[in-house]
């Protein structure tokens, strides 16, 4: 095998380097221009953005207010808004006495027994003569319930009970 010696490449013209470097100054120039440029109208979107946002959060801030004060006067009309989670509640369960916390009923938030007995429609609700709570229901039916939302309020979030069958 014959030995080869590396060739030399030598371009045949030769810019003068300042040009190449001023071409390249120029060119980067521009480009940064750009960059300004761009991250200019993505602030100023942004900031359009975020004032739109915080105009609808206004709004359902507004409307969240509006609703609180609708509830209130339901709850002035209709119920007792000095309610308290620690009230003990005795209902006429079908014709069964049961003692049960407040808390222990409206833990549910947004369940029926959560509207009923959060105090907002206590006026509305039947009585019995002695003045209980009057629900027309099977009572053991009635106690499952009760006894199901008692494990729920002192069991994990990891391991709630079963509901009842």
Known sequence: MAKTTPRKITPKTAA???AVTSVTMDDLKKVNNNLKTTLDEHDRDRATQINQLEEKEKQLLDRLSKLDDEKLKAASANGNID???DDFLEINAGGKVIAVKRATLVQLRGSRLEAMFSGRWDKKLVRDSNGRLFL???SDCFQAIVDYMNELAISSEDDPPMPPT
Request: cysteine-free; aromatic content about 0%; glycine content about 0%.
């Open 16 to 18: 003068p380097a300042t």
């Open 83 to 85: 309610v308290s989670d």
């Open 136 to 138: 027309d229901v099977n």
